[in-house]
């Protein structure tokens, strides 16, 4: 099991720049990979960036390649999702997810930080 709480969500105006934290519980981080997904309202929940448990290997969802960054601190159990030029259609709710592949299938869910860009 594995206890994902996030952190870090807040309103900014467009062009800027927001990180998400996501603390986990449990000595079992560092064999997880780890992934961040959003939800809009009135939307489906999509995947938006996951990092293999080794940190070495990385992917985004297209919209967000060269603005979003995760990455992960195995020492912190924690893992970050740096947003840079954010776009009002970047507003949504994100959560952190632990599973065993970054690409999806996610087991294990936060609960969600809300983020709002304003235009």
């Known amino acids: 099991q594995v206890h994902l709480v996030e952190s870090g969500g807040g309103l900014v105006q467009a062009g800027g720049s927001l990180r998400l934290s996501c603390a986990a519980s449990?000595?079992?981080?560092?064999?997880?990979?780890m992934g961040w997904y959003r939800q809009a309202p009135g939307k489906e929940r999509d995947f938006v960036a996951g990092i293999s448990w080794s940190g070495d290997k990385t992917v985004y969802e297209d919209s967000v390649k060269g603005r979003f960054t995760i990455s992960r601190d195995d020492a912190k159990n924690t893992v970050y999702l740096e947003m840079k030029s954010l776009k009002p259609e970047d507003t949504a709710v994100y959560y952190c997810?632990?599973?065993?592949?970054?690409?999806?299938?996610?087991?294990?869910w936060g609960q969600g930080t809300q983020v709002t860009v304003s235009s």
């Open positions: 449990g000595r079992t981080f560092s064999s997880y990979a």
């Open positions: 997810a632990a599973g065993l592949s970054p690409y999806g299938g996610y087991d294990f």
